[in-house]
């Protein structure tokens, strides 16, 4: 046998004698369990019901991916610092959390493509007097740490060179500053917004004007180098919209209207 021949030969039978190598997709269907991080002190995406069931959108997402996988869904609550967190000490699987897509993210876990899109308004203190978004100049403003909203706020007050940023470790903690009036304003998910003021458990808030972003597109979230699990959660997404069931969630937990699109012409479709 010629040695390159031989050489070839070695490496397949090489190839042949390795055991298959699992991925998270397998362990997942394996233990019977799919366990999702959620944030459930972010209406309507999660929250709890009266009598402390977890409920939302993304509760409702965790549970539709689980029975696609044909197993149980367990929802691990989190806030929003620890999502990340969460998934690289391996207490949770996936995080169907409200993730932004961000490229620093994207250095740490991987995303799927968009399963969801917000839009954002102001909301600020009744005390506080502010027409529009860019009444925020030289004021208090905060917002969860290490968001989107947070990550554009703090760049606002660096911008505007006056005012001051303050970061929170949750949601519920930053709309009760701001109905303490230890904040001025916020910047959240207009469907937050509408929800937190309606809900009666911060008086003293109102929404102001939409923010000028760019849509919030966010995407569940797994280790990086778990690409079946990935690519299943990306035909997941798909199905989700193409059989109506995205627009049925938007419809029970958001309201009417058109849910928010989640392709971007130019770049995918």
Do not use: H
Request: charged share 20%; with cysteine; glycine share 8%.
């Amino acid at each position: 046998m010629k040695p390159a021949l031989f050489t070839t030969g070695l490496l397949a039978a090489a190839a042949l004698a390795m055991p298959a190598q699992a991925d998270k997709l397998d362990d997942i269907i394996a233990a019977g369990t799919l366990r999702c991080a959620v944030v459930l002190d972010f209406p309507p995406m999660g929250s709890r019901d009266a009598d402390n069931n977890p409920i939302g959108f993304d509760v409702d997402y965790c549970n539709d991916l689980a029975a696609a996988l044909g197993v149980t869904a367990e929802v691990v609550e989190t806030t929003f610092p620890e999502r990340i967190p969460a998934l690289m000490s391996g207490s949770v699987d996936v995080a169907v959390a409200s993730t932004s897509d961000t490229l620093e993210r994207a250095k740490t876990v991987g995303f799927s493509i968009p399963y969801y899109a917000f839009e954002n308004a102001v909301v600020a203190s009744e005390g506080v007097e502010m027409a529009d978004w860019e009444g925020m100049k030289g004021k208090v403003v905060g917002a969860t740490a290490g968001t989107y909203e947070a990550i554009w706020l703090e760049g606002k007050v660096k911008e505007w060179g006056e005012g001051e940023f303050r970061p929170y470790q949750n949601q519920a903690d930053v709309f009760l500053a701001l109905s303490q009036g230890q904040l001025d304003a916020t910047v959240s998910t207009v469907e937050v917004a509408e929800a937190n003021v309606k809900s009666g458990n911060f008086p003293g808030i109102k929404i102001v004007d939409k923010a000028p972003m760019v849509p919030d597109y966010v995407a569940l979230i797994t280790l990086r180098e778990e690409y079946g699990l990935i690519n299943y959660m990306n035909l997941f997404i798909n199905q989700q919209v193409r059989t109506g069931r995205y627009a049925e969630l938007y419809k029970k937990w958001v309201g009417e209207g058109e849910p928010a699109k989640l392709t971007i012409d130019g770049v995918y479709r």
